[in-house]
């Protein structure tokens, strides 16, 4: 058996692999090169990394919505307001997971990201929980941008790009929420 293999290299590999970072890699070098409307290899990737559970229909609308802003300048409030017009739906998670496979620098919001930040949606008609979710989305914004001036964050990111050196390209936001994920 040929013992010539880089120890840090295999446990890199691994870690990546466990939180998913060689899919975010795919989704995020094709986003812009392949028509995401219709290339299903894309579609199921994103599904299987973001966990999208939702009707054919559904992503139909979300899929051809993606690929129609995807080159423009959305925001969250109009991805999540087109999303809420032709769904019904109130969908701030796979309304953040679209802004930032656009812009990588935008939070997502995830379950776990939310738990640990203490964010809760209100409202009891779905006009005031999409108003709570656009408000809270820019909190998550604010919290963010405050975070990452701090010795921890940058502690983080620090350990980060040394214990996955192959994944110094992801944003800084990117990488503190990677770390809220894997802390459940």
């Known amino acids: ?39 299903m ?16 229909e559904w992503r139909k609308t979300y899929y051809e919505h993606f690929e129609s802003v995807k080159n423009a300048t959305p925001t969250f409030e109009s991805i999540i307001t087109h999303l809420y017009e032709n769904t019904n739906n109130i969908e701030p998670s796979f309304s953040s997971k679209m802004l930032a496979s656009i812009y990588p620098d935008k939070p997502i919001w995830d379950r776990y990201v939310v738990q640990n930040l203490n964010i ?33 964050a940058k502690e983080c990111i620090e350990v980060f790009d040394s214990v996955l050196p192959d994944y110094q390209w992801m944003s800084s ?3 503190i929420d990677s770390i809220l994920w894997s802390i459940r």
Not at 8 to 21: D, I, P, T, W, Y
Not at 138 to 149: D, K, P, R
């Open 1 to 39: 058996m040929n013992m010539d293999f880089d120890v840090n290299k295999v446990f890199q590999e691994r870690l990546a692999s466990s939180m998913g970072l060689d899919k975010y890699k795919y989704i995020m070098e094709q986003v812009k090169q392949i028509d995401i409307s219709v290339d």
């Open 41 to 56: 290899d894309f579609q199921r990737i994103f599904n299987g990394f973001y966990i999208v559970r939702r009707n054919e």
């Open 120 to 152: 809760q949606l209100t409202g009891s008609t779905k006009q005031e929980k999409l108003e709570s979710a656009i408000t809270l989305y820019s909190e998550m914004e604010e919290w963010y941008a405050n975070f990452l001036q701090t010795a921890k």
């Open 173 to 175: 936001i990117k990488k």
